[in-house]
């Protein structure tokens, strides 16, 4: 009996601790901020694409966000972002009907790799009101 008391005695602090530490660890960075805006391509919405808000800090996960008409909406985690904008066209190859990627289509980007791969663009996020990317080919 005195054996279990002195393991119960041991074990409610180390899992009290366990506990405490485990909570308190990276809460701030899963904090998130409801974001929206708009991309526009040569003045007119971007029908169909994804937006991509990359932290500065490497320890930080990246948030992607679906564009749809011109419009996001979602959650990213706060701090400056590099921000990467890829917009895509809806193709189905052209193969005979009895081939197995016979009305099959996908998704094809096709906006430059400035506004992606070697995108400039930033944003602050939580931002002041609605967030607008206009983009010029």
Do not use: W, Y
């Amino acid at each position: 009996m005195l054996h279990a008391m002195s393991i119960s005695r041991c074990f409610f602090p180390v899992l009290t601790l366990a506990l405490l530490v485990l909570n308190g660890c990276g809460a701030s960075q899963l904090d998130r901020a409801d974001v929206e805006g708009e991309v526009t391509l040569d003045g007119k919405a971007l029908v169909l694409g994804d937006i991509t808000f990359e932290p500065t800090d490497p320890a930080v996960q990246s948030d992607n966000i679906r564009i749809v008409d011109g419009k996001f909406s979602g959650q990213v985690i706060p701090g400056e972002k590099l921000v990467r904008i890829r917009g895509f066209e809806i193709v189905t190859p052209d193969v005979p009907a009895d081939s197995p990627e016979a009305g099959v289509s996908f998704n094809k980007q096709f906006l430059p790799e400035k506004f992606n791969v070697e995108s400039d663009l930033t944003a602050t996020i939580p931002s002041e009101g609605l967030l607008k990317f206009d983009l010029t080919n």
